[in-house]
């Protein structure tokens, strides 16, 4: 049966925060409500600040440290990241799920797919003595990480719930059909592809910038943008602004919440008429 517009919610996001490293990107995604955090960058130590200063109980943040896309090969006993999703499609208590961050989940991917083919027979690609990914390796990669959004996508349909992807970017050259020439930030993965195929999957995208101040003594100010601006692609459905600057505030409950709200469909009331009775006496 088809849907109509009257159907579609703005409760929660899919949302792509990406940026160079250092820009608060986990932070502000540490600051929606009762998140869980795929950590394949291993630095969740870093979310000490921001969590103390917004007066988060650190017990409301949980995590697990990954170092695979499945199977129980983990250092940390955890298993692989496609593992836990499937059981997040099934049961999911928390509020917002962070995959911290697409860049390492494809590091993960691709050297899941160098040990296994290392334990095969054959002769495997190698440089100087190192085992290196080769061609078919990044078709492993861009399945992998299809599936990852697919499942992501079928976990928030499900249990209504914020998804954040963190990727990390690289500047470079981006050619038009004219031959014209400008500087581009794009995601990194090992595989162009299927890097520029995610921020399509994505209904916000929020790109994480310093800007400078107008204060010289006070430095940088950490902020996103949330519009496309030629260099830097960014997008949003909600009614947020086009430049935000949030640097020791939480990006949730000051901005994205309360656009939210701004969603949120309003009742309209229909007052009753009011009844007037007439009187019509015989002179």
């Known amino acids: 049966m088809p849907k109509s517009f009257s159907d579609i919610t703005y409760d929660t996001i899919f949302g792509l925060f990406k940026g160079e490293p250092g820009l608060r990107k986990s932070s502000?995604?540490?600051?929606?409500?009762k998140p869980y955090f795929f950590d394949v960058d291993g630095k969740m130590d870093a979310l000490h600040a921001p969590i103390k200063a917004w007066g988060i109980n650190p017990a409301d943040?949980?995590?697990d440290t990954y170092t695979v896309w499945n199977g129980p090969e983990s250092s940390y006993n955890v298993g692989g990241i496609i593992d836990k999703l499937e059981k997040f499609k099934v049961n999911c208590k928390y509020k917002t799920l962070v995959i911290d961050s697409i860049t390492s989940t494809a590091d993960?991917?691709?050297r899941q797919t160098l040990k296994i083919k290392g334990?095969?027979?054959g002769p495997h690609k190698r440089i100087a003595g190192i085992p290196v990914n080769s061609i078919e390796d990044f078709n492993a990669e861009d399945s992998a990480l299809k599936e990852l959004i697919a499942s992501l996508k079928e976990i928030r349909n499900y249990h209504k719930?914020?998804?954040i992807l963190i990727a990390h970017v690289i500047q470079k050259e981006m050619k038009s059909s004219t031959g014209q020439t400008h500087m581009s930030r794009t995601i990194v993965t090992a595989g162009k592809g299927i890097a520029q195929k995610i921020p399509a999957?994505?209904?916000?995208i929020y790109h994480f910038n310093v800007f400078n101040s107008f204060n010289a003594d006070a430095g940088g100010q950490y902020g996103l943008y949330t519009v496309h601006t030629g260099d830097d692609m960014a997008r949003t459905s909600l009614p947020l602004p086009e430049k935000i600057i949030f640097n020791n505030d939480p990006l949730y409950s000051?901005?994205?919440?309360p656009a939210i709200e701004k969603m949120r469909p309003t009742t309209i009331t229909k007052q009753p008429t009011?009844?007037?009775t007439t009187f019509i006496t015989k002179g």
């Open 254 to 257: 000051k901005w994205i919440e």
């Open 61 to 63: 943040i949980e995590y």
């Open 119 to 121: 334990l095969g027979d």
């Open 108 to 110: 993960a991917i691709n």
């Open 161 to 163: 719930i914020h998804i």
């Open 28 to 33: 502000a995604a540490a600051s929606f409500p």
């Open 274 to 276: 009011e009844q007037k």
């Open 201 to 204: 999957y994505c209904s916000e």
